[in-house]
């Protein structure tokens, strides 16, 4: 899925997703055929149905911030799963540095793709500390890329816990109890939604399927549509759908 960043040596910024070439042309490709079919829904002309696809060329960077948030959600969960392994060692006695090292091994049996972001971040981690870098920085470093509160939050009472001698298995312990909380609660809200997530998209669609029913069924009665004034009130429907679309979608983002 995550194509070139995935396979870059480099340690990445995940608020911001750069999309393979693969990836930019599919994702054209399907949104302009789409539009293409609302252009011919609602204006009956080859022209029209171009010109509305053609706005399918801003797309992949609102597809590309999309999935720069559910790359963010995916790395929470799996950061979640790497603060109970180090929370594991360092509950028997090994050092911060050791317990960042053997969480690599433990998130290997859970996450079998070399590729998966938090196995690839705790080794450029380890990477760092092996060249010097003290475990605050490396880990303040990984925070600043990761760009969620979670991660910036047990970083920032982390550091100041181990400058100040605090109680370091405690804190990720607590942490990790959280996150965990946290996602559980994004879950049963995403459960509570999701009939009205599809119901809101049916509601959405479904006049699109009604004036496409009746325009290629009934031409005669929805020809006045497609000429002069007609023209005005299609598009100011069209407008309306659009609307409709955005502010459903954003009713329906419930941020935790």
């Given at each position: 899925m995550f194509t070139i960043q995935e396979k870059s040596r480099h340690p990445l910024d995940y608020s911001v997703y750069v999309m393979s070439v693969k990836e930019k042309v599919w994702t054209i490709a399907v949104t302009a055929a789409m539009l293409a079919c609302i252009g011919v829904v609602f204006?009956?002309?080859i022209w029209a149905s171009l010109l509305i696809a053609a706005i399918s060329l801003a797309y992949p960077k609102l597809r590309a911030k999309e999935l720069a948030v559910r790359r963010k959600q995916h790395l929470n969960i799996q950061f979640k799963q790497a603060l109970s392994s180090i929370s594991s060692s360092l509950g028997a006695g090994k050092s911060v540095e050791m317990s960042f090292r053997e969480a690599v091994d433990d998130l290997k049996l859970l996450y079998p793709d070399p590729n998966t972001h938090i196995i690839r971040e705790l080794e450029?981690?380890?990477?760092?500390l092996e060249s010097g870098v003290t475990i605050e920085a490396a880990l303040s470093d990984f925070s600043l890329r990761a760009g969620t509160d979670d991660i910036g939050n047990f970083v920032d009472v982390f550091v100041t816990c181990k400058r100040t001698g605090?109680?370091?298995v405690q804190v990720i312990r607590r942490t990790?109890?959280?996150i965990q909380e946290k996602l559980e609660i994004q879950q049963e809200i995403g459960v509570m939604i999701?009939?009205?997530r599809f119901e809101s998209r049916m509601l959405?669609?479904?006049p699109l399927?009604?004036?496409?029913l009746l325009a290629f069924s009934s031409p005669d009665y929805m020809e006045p549509l497609y000429h002069g004034f007609g023209i005005v009130i299609m598009s100011g429907c069209l407008l309306v759908l659009i609307a409709c679309f955005f502010i459903t979608k954003r009713i329906m983002d419930i941020k935790v």
């Open positions: 204006y009956k002309s450029w981690i380890q990477h760092k605090g109680n370091l990790a109890t959280i999701s009939q009205k959405t669609f479904a399927a009604v004036i496409g």
